[in-house]
């Protein structure tokens, strides 16, 4: 059974930063792209960042370039964002996703969600 688990979010002050997580399993991590995406309240999911499977190509929205980091762990079947100089237009549920061509509007593989709220 393929599992994404994400975890890290909750509530924050503007400013401040977090660090997201999401444990993967059932499938072969090494071989997909990762993607964090995102879907603020009242608003569609939109893709954030993204990394190929072999880490050494990335894309990020552009509201949050020099902002967000995305890594990925492969020994440990796990993918980061990193989170900073969080805004209150950051807040959503996050999601991870793994695919095996790249970050699209369909990924094979979906995570729950995790909640960022950004308080002013």
């Given at each position: 059974e393929v599992q994404l688990v994400e975890s890290g979010g909750g509530l924050v002050q503007a400013g401040e930063s977090l660090?997201?997580?999401c444990g993967a399993s059932g499938f072969t991590f090494d071989?997909?792209?990762l993607g964090w995406f995102r879907q603020a309240p009242g608003k569609g999911r939109e893709a954030v960042a993204?990394?190929?499977a072999g880490g050494d190509f990335t894309y990020y929205e552009d509201s949050v370039k020099g902002r967000f980091t995305i890594s990925r762990d492969n020994a440990k079947n796990t993918v980061y964002l990193q989170v900073s100089s969080l805004e209150p237009e950051d807040t959503a549920v996050y999601y991870c996703a793994a695919d095996f061509i790249w970050c699209r509007r369909e990924m094979d593989y979906w995570g729950e969600g995790t909640l960022v709220t950004v308080s002013s």
């Open positions: 660090r997201l997580s071989d997909y792209a993204c990394i190929n």
